[in-house]
């Protein structure tokens, strides 16, 4: 399985970016996926949002919940990301993944290790 996440940039602060992740090389659409990012000067990767292709759910981190939106587009195998009302502290490298799905998915889903594919990661940048 590969991934091809795309859509990082600079903006300023209240801003918004669209970040898209394709995965292929998987026929299974219930697929769980995932982005998580990592801040600069951070050594981890904190969890963002996730949707879960069985159950057409999604799941977002406090920081970001009513201002980011992740959506599902199963037929594509796509997962896109929009991010609104964008700080400084948004800024990082965000990586998508793509997971066989867990019957614990609402705890799975916000895990690293949930994940068994990870993309490149693609760098985001709010200026102030």
């Known amino acids: 399985v590969q991934l091809q996440a795309s859509g990082g940039g600079t903006v300023q602060t209240g801003g918004s970016l669209r970040l898209s992740c394709t995965a292929s090389g998987r026929a299974a659409a219930d697929y769980a996926m995932g982005w998580f990012r990592q801040a600069p000067g951070k050594e981890s990767r904190e969890f963002v949002a996730a949707f879960s292709g069985k159950t057409g759910k999604t799941y977002y981190s406090d920081s970001v919940e009513g201002r980011f939106t992740i959506a599902g587009d199963q037929a594509k195998n796509t997962v896109l990301l929009q991010m609104n009302a964008l700080q400084p502290n948004d800024t990082a490298i965000y990586y998508c993944?793509?997971?066989?799905?867990?019957?614990?998915?609402?705890?799975?889903?916000?895990?690293?290790?949930?994940?068994?594919?990870w993309g490149q990661g693609t760098l985001v940048t709010v200026s102030s």
């Open positions: 993944a793509t997971g066989t799905p867990s019957k614990a998915e609402a705890i799975m889903s916000r895990l690293e290790y949930g994940y068994e594919w």
